[in-house]
């Protein structure tokens, strides 16, 4: 069965240094990725999605998170944070046949040392 | 354009109680989505609708029923609350569902459920 892990449960880093957020996947083809962000008290927000070619894939806010097929990860990244980006960050992955079939992660809560 | 809307955003039942949560979009996606969210659990997909007239069950659809009520709106009914299903809640929507693709998945931002 598909599943999503997010090895981290709760990452701090200060204002300006740079971020990675790890996402790992199990699924015997080449799945659908995405990274949402949820800020306190807030819906989720899509950051970016990977459906094919290029495997580093840019979204909004300064994220980029590049899909390596080796080591079935689609590890999100940045390379300054802002104290704005405090909030929890799921990574989600889909199979090619289903949209219903989207797994989330148990996300990865995100806090900023100023 | 105010997106995927929730109401309520805040609610506290007793076990046995029953209520609806209510879902609307303005985008003309064709698809809707129910998910709880439970800490350290990501997000689990209860009920979903492909399209008007359609719904089908996801993960976790046990103590739940859905109604997609027209195109815009689709809501969650809880017959008979139990603590078992404290949660928040989440709806979403997507452009399209068809086998063999996926589309982006838009949030509402969420009903905060506890059951007593």
């Known amino acids: 069965a598909q599943s999503v892990t997010q090895p981290d449960i709760h990452i701090t880093v200060s204002e300006g240094a740079s971020l990675e957020l790890r996402c790992n996947y199990s699924?015997?083809?080449?799945?659908?990725l995405f990274w949402y962000v949820q800020s306190p008290g807030q819906g989720l927000q899509l950051l970016l999605k990977y459906f094919s070619g290029d495997t580093l894939v840019q979204g909004i806010k300064g994220f980029e998170a590049e899909f390596k097929r080796s080591q079935s990860s689609f590890n999100l990244r940045k390379p300054s944070v802002h104290w704005s980006d405090a909030a929890e960050y799921f990574c989600?992955?889909?199979?090619?046949?289903?949209?219903?079939?989207?797994?989330f992660g148990s996300g990865t809560r995100l806090s900023i040392r100023p | 354009n105010a997106g995927v809307t929730q109401t309520p955003k805040f609610q506290v039942l007793k076990t046995g109680q029953s209520m609806t949560l209510q879902c609307a979009q303005d985008?003309?996606?064709?698809?809707m989505y129910w998910y709880r969210q439970d800490p350290g659990m990501g997000l689990r997909l209860i009920y979903y609708s492909a399209s008007e007239g359609t719904t089908d069950k996801g993960e976790v659809p046990n103590g739940y029923n859905v109604s997609r009520l027209n195109k815009r709106e689709f809501s969650l009914r809880l017959e008979s609350a139990a603590p078992s299903q404290t949660s928040v809640y989440f709806c979403?929507?997507?452009?399209?569902?068809?086998?063999?693709?996926?589309?982006?998945?838009?949030f509402g931002p969420g009903t905060r459920l506890t059951v007593l």
């Open positions: 979403a929507s997507s452009e399209f569902f068809e086998e063999g693709a996926t589309d982006t998945q838009y």
């Open positions: 699924y015997g083809a080449t799945p659908y």
């Open positions: 985008m003309n996606h064709n698809s």
């Open positions: 989600a992955v889909a199979p090619y046949s289903s949209a219903s079939k989207i797994i």
